[in-house]
């Protein structure tokens, strides 16, 4: 659970019409904390792959750790999210339903701020400006199907701190359909919905998810330390095993057509529906 949410963090952590058809490769390298733990068991270096591809309205990311596929769905205009686990051959399913009006908002407590510096470099001939962010998030907040009672009971106290730098193109190819897709994708309130269908809920999601949309572009590098603050069991021991530097960086992007059916449930997957 503790990679797949870091993961998400680190997948999740980054209105025109949509025409074109857009493929994103990206490679993220996790150093020290619990990656290091993981290397220490013998599970090898924490890199995930991540390829995300945009047709229309609807967008898939297949997230590849190890032997583990995940594959996400997003229709933004069923507003429909399936979870795709390949090595379960499992398909699940959620749609989105808006609360009823007058229902009372959330207490978030998930702290996100971003700011421009100024700054500029070329990567891979792409002109890229530079962007540092803090994101706070209370972990007691957590909850879902995978965690436990005494798991969610660790976690009081705990916050999360998320601090780095992004730089950010408009120039790639596809680059305006991307962000026109995210922007949609955080206003439909989608973010929630798909963590909801893997088993995870984090109040303070979309909180987080529209402070990342001000960013105008594509995050071609992005760099982030993360630590634990607080106090308990849990907190002492992320601490004793030190921060967790994050780096994800685009490997390709193109704008080529996507093949309909990737955004099928495969032939054989049992269907879960939420």
């Known amino acids: 659970m503790k990679r797949w949410l870091t993961t998400t963090v680190a997948v999740l952590v980054c209105s025109a019409a949509l025409r074109a058809d857009v493929t994103i490769v990206q490679t993220t390298t996790v150093e020290g904390g619990m990656a290091a733990m993981a290397a220490s068991n013998g599970a090898g270096p924490v890199s995930p792959k991540l390829t995300t591809r945009l047709k229309g309205t609807k967008s898939r990311t297949d997230v590849e750790t190890g032997a583990v596929t995940v594959g996400t769905i997003l229709d933004l205009t069923t507003k429909e999210v399936i979870v795709l686990r390949a090595d379960q051959k499992t398909a ?47 972990m007691s907040e957590m909850t879902g199907r995978q965690m436990p009672p005494e798991a ?84 002492d021991m992320m601490k004793q095993m ?7 960086r685009v490997n390709s992007i193109r704008s080529e057509p996507v093949s309909d059916d990737l955004f099928k449930v495969p032939e054989g997957y049992t269907v879960i529906k939420q």
């Open 242 to 248: 030190g921060a967790m530097k994050i780096a994800t």
């Open 92 to 138: 699940t399913v959620a749609t989105f339903v808006p609360p009823p009006a007058g229902t009372p908002p959330v207490t978030l407590k998930v702290d996100a701020s971003i700011t421009p510096t100024g700054k500029s470099q070329v990567l891979d001939g792409f002109t890229c400006n530079e962007y540092t962010f803090t994101t706070r998030m209370d």
């Open 152 to 235: 969610a009971a660790m976690m009081q106290g705990v916050t999360m701190v998320m601090q780095g730098s992004m730089w950010v193109t408009k120039d790639a190819p596809g680059a305006v359909e991307y962000l026109a897709f995210q922007k949609a994708a955080t206003s439909g309130q989608l973010a929630s919905a798909a963590l909801g269908a893997s088993g995870m809920s984090v109040p303070g999601m979309e909180k987080l998810m529209k402070a990342m949309s001000a960013v105008e572009g594509v995050a071609y590098l992005t760099e982030m330390t993360l630590n634990v603050e607080g106090t308990g069991q849990f907190a």
